[in-house]
Antibody, heavy 121, light 111 residues
Framework: QLHLQESGPGLVKPSETLSLTCSVS??????????WGWIRQPPGEGLEWIGS???????YYSPSLRGRVTISVDTSKNQFSLSLRSMTAADTAMYYC?????????????WGQGTLVAVSS | QSALTQPASVSGSPGQSITISCTGT?????????VSWFQQHPGKAPKLIIY???NRPSGVSNRFSGSKSGNTASLTISGLQAEDEADYYC???????????FGTGTKVTVV
């Protein structure tokens, strides 16, 4: 059974860069059937799509974060990563990685447990 | 692209049926059948319960059903149970510069 696990720092200082990794186990990230995505949820608020990546490296980003966000993939480690620059308090959130079905259904069907990131000096 | 509109809260008694709406535009909910619904219990990750408007993943109770009419999608929970108390989010694929958007979220309370 496929499992996704986020990892990274729980605390980031303002203006610094957040780096998170999503490790995929129980299946290969190198499949043409899925994208791999990042979603975040500020405390007490709703979900926001950050961006997605295909195993080939093709990326799609939210316009509201474009310019600050980079998503990359390491197929040899079966991982994909999120980099978010110039962090502010508004970026404080639970960050989730998820698998996204490609083609027919386009659904976020498997999620990691999430990792809480706080921005504070 | 703003979020899809959902009611902030919906409540019902055990055994009743409730429906949660998710309103978008012709560029998202109305334009594609790529509408999903997620259930999120406190402190937990969202769980996919409906995809492609009205399909249930394996293991999801058949008490959950989805539908769509025009620019509004709906999630119905029948035979409401205490364990259904959670937040529910819709999402849709869009033709805009943001390919995926989520709803504002609905808190379901079983009274």
């Amino acid at each position: 059974q496929l499992h996704l696990q986020e990892s990274g720092p729980g605390l980031v200082k303002p203006s610094e860069t957040l780096s998170l990794t999503c490790s995929v186990s129980g299946g290969s990230i190198s499949t043409s059937d899925y994208y791999w995505g990042w979603i975040r949820q500020p405390p007490g608020e709703g979900l926001e799509w950050i961006g997605s990546i295909f195993y080939s490296g093709s990326t799609y980003y939210s316009p509201s974060l474009r310019g600050r966000v980079t998503i990359s993939v390491d197929t040899s480690k079966n991982q994909f990563s999120l980099s978010l620059r110039s962090m502010t308090a508004a970026d404080t959130a639970m960050y989730y990685c998820a698998r996204v079905t490609r083609g027919g259904f386009r659904a976020f069907d498997i999620w990691g447990q999430g990792t809480l990131v706080a921005v504070s000096s | 692209q703003s979020a899809l509109t959902q009611p902030a809260s919906v409540s019902g008694s055990p055994g009743q049926s409730i429906t949660i709406s998710c309103t978008g535009t012709s560029s998202d909910v109305g334009g594609y059948n790529y509408v999903s619904w997620f259930q999120q219990h406190p402190g937990k990750a969202p769980k996919l319960i409906i995809y492609y408007v009205n399909n249930r993943p394996s293991g999801v109770s058949n008490r959950f059903s989805g539908s769509k009419s025009g620019n509004t999608a709906s999630l119905t929970i029948s035979g409401l149970q205490a364990e259904d108390e959670a937040d529910y989010y819709c999402s849709a694929y869009t033709s805009s510069s943001t390919p995926y958007i989520f709803g504002t979220g609905t808190k379901v309370t079983v009274v």
